[in-house]
């Protein structure tokens, strides 16, 4: 069975500097990767995944994560924040090909602080 | 078109009372998940459903939990004799197969005086 490690419970930074949302999964299969966003008081939604092709996959609003397999992560990033990308972020892995289970991280809040 | 619609959206009961929490999930989606979010714990598995498989009951805290779903579409999670812990936000979400984009209901917020 896969799992999902996310580290970093709280992240702080301030705006406009970058950050990294660090996610480690483990799995001997092939697998899928997500990250999830949910916004205070909101419910959760994609942000963005990799299923196969490009590794390096990005989401509307600026985000980009890295599938790197030799390393087993999924780390999300982003050059430059705003107070709006306050929100909790969950990294989740499934095994590719379809009906598999996917599992969730723990979670990590990200505060921007002005 | 209709997203994964949860009710009630607020429920509060007393400690050892039943309580039934439904899902309806996007039509024609196979895959359907229960999750729980408490605060601060994150997001907790408890049951997934796919098809006409078994569901994986793996996550389910104890045996106060159960879920049904019936004809592979709404799904209904009972709780019984609630206990204060169970106090929490409850999630489905639903997908077109298991491993692919899941889409949240807004959840129900339960309480357990």
């Known amino acids: 069975a896969q799992s999902v490690t996310q580290l970093d419970s709280q992240v702080p930074v301030f705006e406009e500097a970058p950050v990294e949302l660090r996610c480690n999964y483990s799995?001997?299969?092939?697998?899928?990767l997500f990250w999830y966003v949910q916004y205070p008081n909101q419910g959760l939604q994609l942000l963005l995944k990799y299923l196969s092709g490009s590794t390096l996959v990005k989401s509307i609003n600026g985000f980009e994560a890295e599938f790197n397999k030799s390393q087993t992560s999924f780390h999300l990033r982003k050059p430059s924040v705003h107070i709006s990308d306050t929100a909790e972020y969950f990294c989740?892995?499934?095994?590719?090909?379809?009906?598999?289970?996917?599992?969730f991280g723990t979670g990590t809040k990200l505060q921007v602080i002005p | 078109g209709a997203g994964v619609s949860q009710s009630p959206s607020n429920k509060v009961t007393e400690k050892g009372k039943d309580v039934e929490l439904r899902c309806d999930p996007i039509s024609g989606h196979t895959a359907l998940y229960w999750y729980r979010q408490s605060l601060g714990q994150g997001l907790e598995f408890l049951i997934y459903?796919?098809?006409?498989?078994?569901?994986?009951k793996s996550g389910l805290p104890s045996d106060r939990f159960s879920a049904e779903r019936t004809g592979g579409s709404v799904s209904t999670l009972t709780i019984q004799r609630t206990q204060q812990e169970d106090s929490a936000v409850y999630l489905c979400?639903?997908?077109?197969?298991?491993?692919?984009?899941?889409?949240f209901g807004p959840g129900t917020r339960l309480t357990v005086l």
């Open positions: 799995s001997s299969v092939s697998v899928y």
């Open positions: 989740a892995v499934s095994r590719s090909g379809g009906y598999q289970k996917v599992t």
């Open positions: 459903f796919q098809g006409n498989s078994a569901p994986d």
């Open positions: 979400a639903s997908s077109l197969e298991s491993g692919d984009t899941q889409y």
